[in-house]
């Protein structure tokens, strides 16, 4: 049974940094499309970064961009997301996802991710 187990999130002032992680079983994080979401109290769930079987960070959402690293640890098959710089509006829960289709990784559509973890607390205080 493919599970998804986010960690990592935390309360920090703004202009701290965390890092989460989310522990994969069944699926490899190198062999699929694996994404960052976050939803916000009263708002709809926004992709954050995502990458696939190339290996890249291939998309960033632009609110993040240069700020946070998506990144992955095969050896733990381990999705990482850093997160520095923080500011308020980053506040909400995180969510890892992943898709078994590797085409157009984009975590523009969560529709598209088959599977989901139940997501870590992030909460940035100005």
């Known amino acids: 049974q493919v599970q998804l187990v986010e960690s990592g999130g935390a309360s920090v002032q703004a202009g701290g940094s965390l890092t989460l992680s989310c522990a994969v079983s069944?699926?490899?994080?190198?062999?699929?499309?694996m994404a960052w979401f976050r939803q916000a109290p009263g708002k709809e769930r926004e992709g954050v970064a995502s990458?696939?079987?190339?290996?890249?960070?291939?998309w960033y959402a632009d609110s993040v961009k240069g700020r946070f690293t998506i990144s992955r640890s095969d050896a733990n098959n381990t999705v990482l997301l850093q997160m520095d710089s923080l500011k308020p509006e980053d506040n909400g829960m995180y969510y890892c996802?992943?898709?078994?289709?590797?085409?157009?990784?984009?975590?523009?559509?969560?529709?598209?991710?088959?599977?989901w973890g139940q997501g870590t607390q992030v909460t940035v205080s100005s």
């Open positions: 996802a992943a898709d078994r289709q590797i085409v157009s990784c984009i975590a523009e559509d969560s529709s598209r991710f088959e599977y």
């Open positions: 069944v699926l490899r994080v190198s062999r699929n499309c």
């Open positions: 990458f696939s079987i190339l290996g890249l960070p291939l």
